[in-house]
């Protein structure tokens, strides 16, 4: 019963990590480049600009849960079988699996040369996946192991 309800938790943990993480992901990388949406009279409406990003958010949790699922799984199964319990642990893991499923496994080309138009995305995916980790670990993390 223990064993059920842990994973219960983890599945509840990282729904909620995906939704961190896309919103993250999307005041990151929209609101900086966000152009103030207007209505008919021509007057700036932010009902319309908070619901579209709203919108963004719930399809890039959608994304996220979707493409992150099998590397998060094992991160999630390791975690859980080695009792890791520290927040660090989940937002260095977090930060870590966004970037390479961002940019692949080739973090040595990143830091041999630097690109400062892709510097800005590649911190804004760190965030989102370190906020991701730290959601994960308020959630499910705190307690990994306690079934046994």
């Known amino acids: ?3 059920l309800f842990r994973i219960m938790m983890m599945f509840a943990g990282y729904t909620a990590a ?3 993480a896309s919103l993250v992901l999307t005041i990151g990388t929209l609101t900086p ?3 103030v949406v207007m209505n008919s009279f021509g007057v700036p409406s932010p009902e319309v600009q908070s619901a579209a990003l709203w919108v963004v958010v719930a399809l ?8 992150g699922l099998l590397p998060t799984l094992l991160v999630m199964v390791l975690a859980e079988g080695l009792a890791l319990r520290s927040a660090v642990i989940y ?3 977090g930060g870590l699996l966004a970037l390479a499923g961002a ?3 080739d973090f040595a080309g990143y830091i041999a040369a630097p690109d400062s138009s ?6 804004v995916f760190a965030a989102a ?3 991701g980790g730290l959601v994960y670990w308020l959630f499910a993390g705190r307690r990994a192991g306690a079934w046994k």
């Open 129 to 131: 996946g370190i906020a």
């Open 103 to 105: 940019y692949g496994l």
């Open 1 to 3: 019963m223990a064993a």
């Open 18 to 20: 995906c939704i961190a």
């Open 91 to 93: 937002g260095v893991i």
């Open 33 to 35: 480049h966000w152009n």
């Open 118 to 123: 892709l510097a800005h995305e590649r911190e």
């Open 60 to 67: 890039g949790t959608v994304a996220i849960f979707v493409v």
